[in-house]
T-cell receptor, first 116, second 114 residues
Framework: DTEVTQTPKHLVMGMTNKKSLKCEQH?????MYWYKQKAKKPPELMFV???????INESVPSRFSPECPNSSLLNLHLHALQPEDSALYLC???????????????FGEGSRLTVL | AQSVAQPEDQVNVAEGNPLTVKCTYS??????LFWYVQYPNRGLQFLLK??????LVKGSYGFEAEFNKSQTSFHLKKPSALVSDSALYFC????????????FGDGTTLTVKP
């Protein structure tokens, strides 16, 4: 069982809708990540938060808006998405981003998003 | 810059036979190397890592991986494959100065037949 919980597991939305994906971890990790994964492809990094501050934004379109309300929660707000944004969105966490941290990632089960 | 290559899209083995899933890497600093497994409709699960020390590292579910610095490889191995090992396997690398940015290989689909 994963210790990173993502909701919802499935989401269908129209291009004009606003929705949010949620992620929660209780491992005491201080780094949290959003990845996008297309079928049978590697995950693509979108955002990284470190100690609740945005640390990395991989030039993601502004229709994706991340939020880290506290050290355990990570949200991804979605607005005006395109059909090509349909994918599995994975949340992950790691201990932190310090150089002494080995950096293995712990993933949630993902939220499968379909944009109509 | 860092990169990972998994030269095989697909690996097929018979149950009970040994398996190897190949991975080569390129980093500018000292490599941190990882293997992850993804079962259908699931997230990725961490299997094992190499940071420093012994070149042979052991991980979950009986998997192990051998770090070879001269060949810049980190192949995943298991002495006796199970049907339940069938999944998508990703190798990942980051250098010790690039916190937060692991680079993943394209993945190798392992199929173990009874």
């Amino acid at each position: 069982d994963t210790e990173v919980t993502q909701t919802p597991k499935h989401l269908v939305m129209g291009m004009t809708n606003k929705k949010s994906l949620k992620c929660e971890q209780h491992m005491g990790h201080r780094a949290m990540y959003w990845y996008k994964q297309k079928a049978k492809k590697p995950p693509e990094l979108m955002f990284v938060y470190s100690y609740e501050k945005l640390s990395i934004n991989e030039s993601v379109p502004s229709r994706f808006s991340p939020e880290c309300p506290n050290s355990s929660l990570l949200n991804l707000h979605l607005h005006a998405l395109q059909p090509e944004d349909s994918a599995l969105y994975l949340c992950a966490s790691s201990q932190d981003l310090g150089r002494t941290n080995t950096g293995e990632l712990f993933f949630g089960e993902g939220s499968r998003l379909t944009v109509l | 810059a860092q990169s990972v290559a998994q030269p095989e899209d697909q690996v097929n083995v018979a149950e009970g036979n040994p398996l190897t899933v190949k991975c080569t890497y390129s980093v500018s600093g000292n490599p941190y190397l990882f293997w992850y497994v993804q079962y259908p409709n699931r997230g990725l699960q961490f299997l094992l890592k190499y940071i420093t020390g012994d070149n042979l590292v052991k991980g979950s579910y009986g998997f192990e991986a051998e770090f070879n610095k001269s060949q810049t490889s980190f192949h995943l191995k298991k002495p006796s494959a199970l049907v339940s090992d069938s999944a998508l396997y990703f190798c990942a690398v980051r250098d010790n100065t690039n916190a937060g940015k692991s680079t993943f290989g394209d993945g190798t689909t392992l199929t173990v037949k009874p």
